[in-house]
């Protein structure tokens, strides 16, 4: 692809992500490489403009801390090294880098001491995010510090004779004060990033390069209706038309009238096929209660059904599906996927014994990005901002056991609970909203009848990408409209709770 590209040496730290995210966010390319990998590479890469060294765990003084390779200063390219990798550079030079009683965690004010293409336009004194326990004791001859921090360390640095930068705190963290500003400085200032990264001329080259890449063969995508798999058959279908075979399969865990609207509205663009395949999911899940079981049923069901379609197709050579991003960076992080809470199976992808080539056009993509790209290739809005919904769909909502009669009872509740959010305005506000079907019965009263029902719980959280989120905080008057409207019309459901857990230490998902 032809524009400027930024690469984030990933040294294990939890904000890597957040660089990529922030740099994009200047709308320039990024990619992040963890710090093991054979960097050789880099030197023949002329779209590259700048290295950025992210934060990590470790004491770059311990013996088999990660270090900084000979390579990346004699790429000559401007260098940004953040936390530990301002540690990096500053014990790569010699200076020493030490552990002491002064941590700084958190907000912390900083000073800055000496003008710098790095602090252009960016205040003289500045609240910033630190979160490291060493710091930097002496520092190099070839290095003066830029700022200092209320604890009088030395929070920034550059070096007198070529273009390397360090800061001890995250710019890339919103509590930074003015943090765009710093890594714009960089990128534009520093780094002098001139093709910028844009939506419009990426979706151009990919359909080029797919259909390159495809020729006259046939591809097939599953198209869940979600966002991801929505963009990436749109794109796909640009560039292959009729050769694009999209196949939707109603599990039986779909909310109400789902695969139905799924069917009549892609059909009209799409080259669609409908497999309604609820009566094996539901058989397979009968008498299973425990959550990563359901998980893994539901997964290897979807591969059965996927594969035994696929192969009644003929030969199709490329599977489309919709990766994004964070899904790479997390399997590729160089600390390794972090540990399982949940099995999420549609980021493991399906088999290899598929035999097919994969295509994922959005692995370099943040998803508000793949938003962007399914607005120009014309999706409705409605598509578009639909709130994430997990593979195994309301077979984790249904708390137990899985039934038919569960099942209508939730889609019923989960219906009227997402149009009331409509209806009020709500649902853009909230990044992910459900019902969860309770295995548990309490005592009500209806007219002048006793009722032994089911509790329902409403789930509504904000978040930027569901690794943490918190609870919303639902005006009242809506909550207490939706929970009459439920138990007004869902027989079998007789009191409606609102979940006000975050996450940590909650999941979004109750199972
Ligand atoms: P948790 O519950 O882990 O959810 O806080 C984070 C995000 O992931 C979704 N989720 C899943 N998505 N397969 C998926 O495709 C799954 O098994 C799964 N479990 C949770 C969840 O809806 C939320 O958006």
């Given at each position: 692809m032809n524009f400027d590209k930024i690469i984030i040496i990933d040294f294990g730290s939890q904000y890597t992500k957040l660089i990529a995210r922030k740099v994009r966010e200047c709308r320039v390319y990024s990619e992040v490489v963890p710090c093991t990998r054979d960097l050789s590479y880099l030197s023949k890469d002329i779209s590259i403009k700048g290295i950025i060294l992210s934060g990590g765990p470790q004491s770059v003084y311990f013996k088999n801390a990660p270090q900084l390779g000979k390579l990346i200063l004699d790429l000559n390219l401007p260098i940004l090294g953040i936390c530990y990798g301002l540690q990096l550079l500053s014990h790569y030079f010699k200076g020493k880098v030490t552990g002491g009683k002064t941590r700084e965690y958190g907000k912390t004010k900083i000073n800055r001491v000496k003008d710098s293409r790095l602090f252009k336009d960016v205040n003289k004194n500045l609240t910033v995010w630190m979160s490291h326990g060493d710091y930097i004791k002496s520092l190099p001859n070839e290095f003066y510090v830029t700022s200092r921090s209320e604890n009088k360390l030395?929070?920034?640095?550059?070096?007198?004779k070529s273009r390397i930068y360090g800061v001890q705190f995250h710019p890339e963290v919103n509590h930074t004060e003015q943090g765009t500003k710093i890594i714009k400085n960089y990128l534009f200032e520093i780094c002098k990033v001139k093709h910028r990264w844009q939506v419009g001329s990426f979706i151009d080259e990919k359909v080029y390069e797919i259909r390159e890449k495809v020729e006259d063969e046939k591809a097939i995508c599953a198209l869940s209706g979600g966002v991801d798999s929505t963009v990436s058959a749109y794109l796909v279908n640009k560039a292959i038309g009729k050769n694009l075979l999209c196949v939707h399969i109603d599990n039986g865990l779909m909310r109400k009238n789902e695969s139905r609207s799924i069917v009549k509205y892609f059909s009209k663009k799409l080259n669609l096929k409908f497999i309604d395949a609820s009566d094996i999911f539901l058989r397979r899940l009968r008498g299973i209660d425990d959550p990563e079981k359901k998980r893994k049923i539901v997964g290897k069901t979807f591969i059965d059904v996927f594969q035994q379609f696929a192969k009644r197709q003929g030969k199709i050579k490329y599977l489309i599906q919709g990766t994004l991003y964070p899904d790479v960076v997390e399997?590729?992080?160089?600390q390794g996927p972090s540990v399982t809470i949940k099995t999420h199976h549609n980021v493991g992808g399906l088999p290899k014994s598929l035999h097919m080539k994969l295509i994922e056009p959005f692995r370099e993509l943040f998803k508000d990005e793949v938003r962007q790209i399914g607005k120009m290739l014309k999706i409705p809005n409605e598509i578009l901002s639909r709130h994430p919904f997990p593979g195994p769909g309301l077979a984790v909502r249904v708390l137990g056991e899985v039934t038919k009669e569960k099942l209508e009872l939730l889609r019923e509740a989960d219906y009227i609970y997402i149009s009331?959010?409509?209806?009020?305005?709500?649902?853009?506000?909230?990044?992910?909203a459900f019902c969860v079907l309770l295995p548990v019965s309490t005592v009500g009263v209806m007219g002048d009848r006793r009722t032994y029902e089911r509790v329902l719980a409403l789930r509504a959280v904000e978040s930027v990408d569901g690794m943490?989120?918190?609870?919303f905080h639902m005006p009242h008057k809506a909550v207490e409209e939706i929970s009459t409207n439920i138990t007004n019309n869902v027989k079998g459901i007789n009191r409606v709770v609102y979940d006000v857990s975050n996450k940590p230490p909650s999941t979004i998902e109750w199972e």
């Open positions: 030395i929070s920034s640095f550059e070096s007198k399997s590729s992080s160089f009331n959010l409509h209806k009020y305005g709500l649902y853009n506000k909230i990044w992910q943490t989120a918190n609870w």
